[in-house]
């Protein structure tokens, strides 16, 4: 597609340059997945190995702890201390597969919302990269992702609706952040509010400074 698309661009170096960014981008990304995924299914062949070493040690099938108690009470010491041992390995498996599929699920949904937010046009909204990434956190916070759709889930784990009482969606959470004072990485709105505002005033104190001063203040610091 992109070579296609560079074909139409012709000498645009500006637009190359684009595209030839979003191509490494795309690169990179593809191979974090894969990275993940290969070490996804290195842990899963690891448990499933330690699992199977232990049902044919100890013969039994359904490997918790009450069953296995319940085979080695009474017994040998040192198997005790062998069935020990394979248990507690077998834990840390556990863990460290859970850890990796939650980061792996982690890495899709950041670049599956940075997808989505560039598509919507943010990323010309905001200052810089930098504040790309900060806007993508706020929008991933709360976020869970499910047949194609990010939904928002509050602190109690209920859904947070939006003000037409249905889900709420991307569109509407970036929506209270443009609105939200306390966010300042998007750039000053032009034409509608009062443009790009004047430069704040030094001596003003930042808790009185209007959204577009903070903006322009914070423009100067980049």
């Known amino acids: 597609m992109t070579d296609a698309l560079k074909k139409l661009i012709g000498d645009n170096t500006a637009l190359l340059a684009e595209v030839e960014t979003y191509e490494g981008t795309a690169t990179s990304n593809a191979e974090r997945v894969q990275t993940l995924e290969r070490a996804t299914l290195?842990?899963?062949?690891?448990?499933k190995a330690l699992r199977d070493m232990v049902r044919k040690v100890t013969?039994?099938?359904?490997?918790?702890?009450?069953a296995l108690i319940a085979k080695f009470t009474g017994g040998d010491d040192a198997l005790k201390s062998e069935v020990a041992s394979l248990q507690e390995r077998l834990q840390t498996?556990?863990?460290?597969?859970?850890d990796l599929g939650a980061k792996h699920t982690k890495?899709?949904?950041?670049?599956?919302?940075?997808?989505?937010?560039r598509g919507m046009g943010i990323d010309n909204d905001v200052w810089n990269e930098t504040?790309?990434?900060?806007?993508?956190?706020?929008?991933?916070n709360g976020a869970t992702y499910d047949n194609g759709v990010f939904t928002y889930k509050g602190e109690d784990g209920a859904t947070v609706f939006g003000d037409n009482g249905k889900a709420l969606t991307v569109e509407e959470k970036v929506i209270q952040l443009k609105n939200d004072e306390s966010v300042y990485q998007f750039k000053p709105v032009t034409g509608g509010g009062g443009g790009q505002g004047q430069a704040p005033n030094p001596n003003q104190p930042k808790q009185n400074l209007s959204v577009n001063q903070r903006a322009a203040e914070m423009a100067k610091k980049i």
């Open 107 to 117: 890495e899709i949904n950041g670049m599956k919302m940075n997808d989505m937010l």
């Open 131 to 140: 504040a790309f990434g900060a806007i993508s956190d706020l929008m991933l």
């Open 93 to 98: 498996v556990t863990t460290d597969y859970d």
């Open 42 to 47: 290195e842990s899963t062949n690891d448990r």
């Open 59 to 66: 013969g039994v099938t359904d490997l918790t702890e009450e």
